[in-house]
DNA sequence: GTGAAGCACT
DNA sequence: CTCTGGGTGCTTCACC
């Protein structure tokens, strides 16, 4: 028998040194019958070799097409997957079934129900959750063996979703049997849609991964298990394409869906296995059990709950943009005196600089710099129209690009909402993120990006936004961690803190401050938070820098407690080589080490601001995690729609408000006990503008 | 496809 | 003399 394929020179080679380096325990299951090969791949010649020899190599090569003709080869051989407790010790292979009728399908829920704890994994249609459907479920609870239950399939039956959802529903449902899985929100957001809620959500291994070492560069399924399990998974492009001839999971092979999505569950729960005693173990099994699990869940429900846009404004709003956006274009041009890419840097820079002879303030890396910070510069030293034009266009070009135009198409057809993705893992300092769209940088500051928000509407009759904000939220957590009393005072007093500081430090009442005097007291404030030093401030106020270094030393001199927090913090950074935040998340500093000064400065200023950012986050989070637990325990008719950093948005009965707002205050200000009182602003409205 | 520049938020 | 605020995500251009 002879088997040709086509393999490069270079795929022969690895196959010889798999091959080689095959020992017999790494036999992936003992065949009933040893069927000899004789076969040749490309030019090199194999004879007399078991079966059971060349799967692992064909599998590990991911040579599907020859895994097919293998198949084949031991037909009749199916049943090669020693029943449960029958191993032996020395196998260590892969053992992945396919469910593809009722007897198969109920004997896997039988065995679920009797499982304290699985992994399972679901594969759709589509990356977003919302709005893709399911095309199968896969499950392990034991490393190497894993089933892969087929709803949707381009070729071949499967067996029909309700019958499915009727067998595995009560397993998934069931909170006395622990589920484990990567990334769970992404499987439980399209559980939901398909009518299933998961109980007993236990171990999420990325939210696992990220805590216990966040200084991982990626905390993705495939990273985990090529770092954990020494094991390189099949990677998704192998099945679904990119780029232009991408497909999607519903239309390729079955059988080769059933082996990735077997690899995903079983890798799942082997990383489980290794990762859950470090857990427990640990530092941050109270932040992984009572907070970040628990907040799964609730990003769960967010992210089914989504916003409602009135696309209608954002279609006023484009079409106002484009006309401006087109005038501002000629004026520009005309000023140059030719027509030419105005959203291109480099072009513009040639114009500014080469031909109307303005002289560059600041190189990037490439370049010199457009940026506004250099437009405005270039506005004020000369009369030349262009940088104040340039600074127009970009900001109407930026909200139409980003915000007015994609936005409405984001839209999900089902609901008529959007649905954002937030995610857990996504900032180093336990922040969340969003994404697809990004609703934590719709835009407030200027009046025009304002009028966006007022397109986030309530979605339900007789309901308005409401909205919770922490008010100065990391300054009251820098108060708390440096126990400085002037500050703590000021908080405990109720005092606006900018108002206050200032006339501390000029020595005045408050009804004495100036705006000058406040909006100085403020920068230094935001300042230390983020660790500016003399140059930063002196910019952002527009004073000298010497003017701006005695404020800051008049600034510590009178917290003197916030210049011992900051070195304490540093000096502790260097110590154990990481910080940590209120609940215990930890972050590695490794710029602390670093021979180069700047990133040695850069060290520092992230040592601070980690531990303050990140217990802010914290503190969100408990709140959320506590808010969601009472609009469940009922009687409560709110929903919560965002979180963007210190603020959530709910949307809630008109009717309701007062009281909601009364209970979401209370949860929020007690989250966590601080030194400080935290206070909550609330405000409600028809949108997301009337309602801040 | 990738990196850089620029900019929206907190 | 040089550098000079933490953390994200998205769009566009330019280049490979």
């Not at 991408?246 to 990383?271: G, P, S």
């Not at 990037?364 to 437009?375: E, F, I, V, Y």
Request: glycine letters at 8%.
């Amino acid at each position: 028998m002879e088997h040709a394929a086509e393999l490069t020179p270079k795929q022969c080679e690895n196959v010889l040194a798999f091959a080689d380096q095959m020992p017999i325990t790494r036999q992936l299951v003992t065949l009933r019958r040893d069927v000899p090969l004789d076969f040749s791949l490309g030019n090199c010649r194999f004879t007399g070799v078991p079966v059971h020899a060349v799967r692992p190599i064909f599998k590990e090569l991911r040579l599907h097409r020859l895994m097919d003709q293998l198949n084949d080869l031991a037909a009749g051989e199916e049943d090669i997957i020693p029943a449960a407790g029958t191993e032996s010790a020395t196998v260590v292979g892969f053992a992945y079934h396919l469910v593809d009728n009722q007897e198969k399908l109920h004997a896997l829920a039988k065995a679920l129900r009797g499982q304290p704890s699985f992994a399972f994994d679901t594969e759709t249609t589509g990356l977003n959750p919302v709005g893709s459907d399911l095309v199968g479920l896969s499950f392990s609870w034991r490393a190497g063996e894993a089933w892969y239950v087929p709803v949707r399939a381009a070729s071949g039956d499967t067996i029909p979703l309700a019958r499915v959802m009727e067998a595995l529903g009560p397993p998934l449902r069931n909170p006395a049997v622990r589920k484990c899985g990567q990334n769970m929100k992404y499987d439980l957001v399209v559980l939901r849609q398909a009518g299933i809620e998961v109980g007993g959500v236990d171990f999420d291994t990325m939210i696992a991964s990220a805590l216990l070492s966040p200084g991982r560069s990626s905390h993705g399924l495939d990273a985990l298990a090529l770092d954990l399990c020494g094991h390189r998974k099949i990677p998704t492009r192998e099945l679904l394409g990119s780029g232009r001839n991408e497909i999607t999971m519903d239309q390729v092979d079955t059988r080769r869906v059933c082996e990735y999505a077997c690899e995903d569950a079983d890798f799942t729960w082997r990383i489980k296995e290794i990762l859950e005693p470090q857990i427990e173990s640990g530092t941050v099994r109270s932040l992984f059990r009572d907070t970040e699990m628990p907040l799964v869940e609730v990003l769960t429900e967010m992210e089914c709950n989504g916003i409602a846009l009135d696309a209608a404004i954002l279609a006023d709003m484009s079409e106002m943009l484009a006309g401006r956006m087109t005038e501002l274009a000629r004026q520009i041009e005309d000023a140059a005196g030719h027509p030419f890419n105005i959203d291109s840097t480099k072009q513009l820079a040639e114009v500014l600089f080469d031909e109307q002879g303005l002289k560059p303030v600041r190189r990037t890396k490439t370049g010199r710099s457009t940026d506004a910070a250099t437009l405005e510069a270039l506005r004020e030293q000369c009369d030349n129209p262009i940088p104040n034009l340039v600074l127009e266009y970009r900001e109407l070009a930026k909200l139409k690009g980003t915000y007015v135009d994609p936005l409405p198409g984001m839209i999900v057809a089902k609901t008529g909402r959007l649905h954002a993705s937030f995610h857990q893992t996504g900032a180093i300092t336990g922040r969340l993120s969003s994404s697809d769209p990004n609703l934590q940088n719709i835009p407030v500051r200027t009046e025009i990006g304002r009028r966006i928000r007022g397109a986030f509407v309530a979605g339900r009759p007789d309901h308005v936004l409401l909205t919770a904000d922490y008010s100065q939220i990391e300054l009251r957590v820098l108060a708390h961690f440096c126990q400085d009393r002037a500050l703590l005072e000021a908080f405990r007093t109720g005092q606006d803190i900018h108002t206050f500081v200032a006339a501390q430090i000029h020595g005045v009442t408050v009804d004495h401050v100036s705006r000058e005097q406040r909006g100085a007291a403020k920068a230094v404030n935001f300042g230390i938070i983020y660790g500016q030093t003399p140059f930063g401030l002196s910019k952002a106020l527009g004073i000298s820098q010497a003017e701006a270094k005695a404020f800051i030393d008049m600034y510590f001199m009178r917290y003197p407690g916030i210049r011992l927090f900051i070195d304490g913090t540093i000096a502790e950074a260097q110590r154990q080589g990481y910080v940590q935040t209120l609940l215990g998340r930890r972050r590695p500093v490794p710029e602390l080490g670093s021979r180069n000064l700047q990133q040695r400065a850069l060290g520092e200023r992230i040592a601070v601001n980690t531990v303050i950012q990140g217990s802010a986050a914290d503190l969100i989070k408990r709140a959320m995690v506590d808010i969601h637990r009472e609009l469940h325990a009922g009687g409560h008719p709110s929903r919560m729609l965002l979180q963007v950093h210190d603020e959530l948005v709910f949307e809630t009965p008109r009717e309701a408000v007062q009281a909601e707002a009364e209970m979401i205050r209370t949860r929020m200000s007690g989250a966590l006990p601080l030194d400080v009182p935290i206070t909550v602003d609330l405000n409600w409205g028809a949108n997301w503008l009337e309602s801040k």
